[in-house]
């Protein structure tokens, strides 16, 4: 039998402390910051097992990796995940969108997560949580997965099983921003703090194809490219800036107005950073 005691793993690794005068999403609906990381020591375990993970217990990448795909694979065999997709379904998104003659009678749909992966987003999420609050469990990542994708803010393409295939077999393949529905916009400005270079990277460059494709021609959004960027920077490296925050007047239908103003509210330091427009739109199909 195991024996459940304090552990006495660091979770003082965050680059940014909740004492700060500055608004930073917690997921304090879900993670108590105030609770003992309690483990299990057993005779039979080379290693107590611990009911959180902080960037201590996750630096291994073997491991670190194993907790993302546990995770994930939680998510999609969950009930929500399957309601959310026959949510988008009652929408209409109901025929693959490459393909457009293709409807989910004829073949099957599949939920495509555009141009950052259910991995990105679970990296994002997680690597938020553990740089504000310094623990995160598999069921709090679960939990805030499904939030984010209940609350419309993840960029998602329908497509069909082949079309799904040979998206993910050539790097370079790339569905256009209106066939994108999602605010994934309010997602990066919650989990900020969670955006890596290799997640920036891949924002930078779907944002610039979208510009070559004149998808977006507002110059305001070389800025919102600069913002991804210089979040990637500070988190990578931690540096002592934080851009600006942005607001936007993106359409509220999940779809971007590519004819919408971009409009960016400078800040002087952390303590004046101010805060993005989060849309109220709440997924309520079945749970």
Not at 198 to 221: G, H, P
Request: glycine share 4%; net charge negative; charged share 20%.
């Amino acid at each position: 039998m195991g024996t459940l005691v304090p552990s006495s793993y660091n979770n003082d690794t965050k680059i940014v402390s909740s004492n700060e005068p500055i608004d930073v999403y917690l997921a304090q609906e879900f993670i108590n910051s105030d609770a003992n990381i309690n483990a299990i020591i057993s005779p039979n375990a080379p290693y107590p097992l611990p009911f959180y993970q902080t960037k201590d217990t996750l630096i291994d990448v073997e491991k670190y990796k194993h907790f993302l795909d546990n995770s994930i694979a939680r998510f999609r065999r969950s009930r929500s995940y399957k309601g959310y997709k026959s949510y988008l379904m009652t929408l209409g998104l109901n025929r693959c969108q490459i393909l457009g003659n293709i409807t989910d009678e004829m073949a099957e749909v599949e939920m495509h997560h555009n141009f950052l992966t259910i991995y990105d987003i679970a990296i994002l999420i997680s690597q938020h949580v553990l740089n504000t609050v310094g623990i995160i469990s598999t069921f709090d990542l679960v939990s805030l997965l499904i939030q984010e994708h209940k609350a419309n803010n993840i960029p998602i393409v329908m497509l069909s099983k082949t079309a799904h295939q040979v998206y993910h077999d050539n790097p370079d393949f790339y569905i256009p921003l209106s066939m994108t529905f999602g605010q994934w916009w309010n997602l990066l400005s919650k989990y900020r703090y969670g955006i890596t270079l290799d997640i920036a990277y891949k924002i930078v460059r779907y944002i610039s194809n979208c510009q070559k494709n004149n998808e977006l021609t507002d110059v305001s959004f070389f800025r919102l490219k600069d913002d991804i960027r210089g979040w990637g920077e500070y988190n990578e490296y931690s540096n002592n800036y934080v851009l600006s925050n942005y607001s936007s007047n993106f359409s509220s239908g999940g779809y971007i107005d590519t004819d919408c103003n971009y409009v960016q509210n400078p800040v002087v330091s952390r303590e004046e950073e101010s805060n993005g427009i989060i849309y109220d739109q709440t997924y309520t199909g079945p749970y």
